[in-house]
């Protein structure tokens, strides 16, 4: 059962367009999200991240979004760079119990082209 | 600061062979362990979880086990290699909850 989703497994932009990275996920006891950028043969390294309490969280480039209601986020990278090129993870995690450990998604594969 | 360090980098074992991996953190006390793994096209798998020493969740069967001997040390073990433990494992600490997981360099595994 896969709790958290990136449905699309690549996307690939224009130099200096919008990234936008898009993550839903399935359990309601989730109130923690952050996102992961890994480059081959690497640890992932964190990006941003965003508490329920909020529906937005800006850093840089990145901002994330949050819809409790639908339970979706998405990142969006804003200028997009060629050494944005990476597998993006999207993660979630809960208060409690075994809702606390970090799971995440696939992964998408974003290519941003000169 | 803290640092979290893996080991070895690469690693290529025979079919049958033992496995061990070892995790450690500095500069932090009382910190969550994760051992994941990255197959291809499969994203990061959790495999063991631990809050604290002796304590280890299992997310999946599998041929692996883990063992947490010390405060910040986090051990992937197995008794025997299958070909289909070939993968990319990655070691990680957070400082509870909400709080953003640091990643080891990972361990590149080729069982042959």
């Known amino acids: 059962d896969q709790q958290v989703k990136q449905n699309s497994p690549s996307l690939s932009v224009q130099e200096g367009r919008i990234s936008i990275l898009n993550c839903d996920y399935t359990?309601?006891?989730?109130?923690?999200f952050l996102w992961y950028k890994k480059y081959p043969a690497e640890g992932p390294t964190f990006l941003i991240s965003?508490?329920?309490?909020?529906d937005k969280n800006e850093d840089g480039r990145f901002t994330v979004f949050l819809n409790k209601s639908a339970k979706h986020l998405s990142l969006h990278i804003v200028p997009s760079q060629p050494g944005d090129s990476a597998v993006y993870f999207c993660a979630a995690s809960g208060k409690n119990g075994a809702n606390s450990k970090l799971t995440f998604g696939k992964g998408i594969t974003l290519s941003v082209r000169p | 600061s803290q640092t979290i360090h893996q080991w070895p980098a690469t690693l290529v074992q025979p079919v049958g062979s033992p496995l061990s991996l070892e995790c450690t953190v500095e500069?932090?006390?009382?910190?969550?362990l994760y051992w994941y793994r990255q197959a291809a096209g499969r994203g990061l798998q959790l495999l063991f979880y631990?809050?604290?020493?002796?304590?280890i969740s299992s997310e999946v069967p599998q041929n692996l086990s883990a063992s947490r001997p010390q405060d910040r040390q986090f051990i992937l073990s197995s008794k025997k290699l299958l070909l289909s433990d070939s993968s990319f494992y990655l070691c990680a600490w957070t400082g509870g909850v909400h709080t953003e997981a640091f990643f080891g360099q990972g361990t590149r595994l080729t069982v042959v």
């Open positions: 965003i508490s329920s309490i909020k």
């Open positions: 631990s809050v604290g020493i002796g304590q």
């Open positions: 500069g932090t006390s009382n910190p969550n």
């Open positions: 359990n309601s006891m989730f109130d923690y």
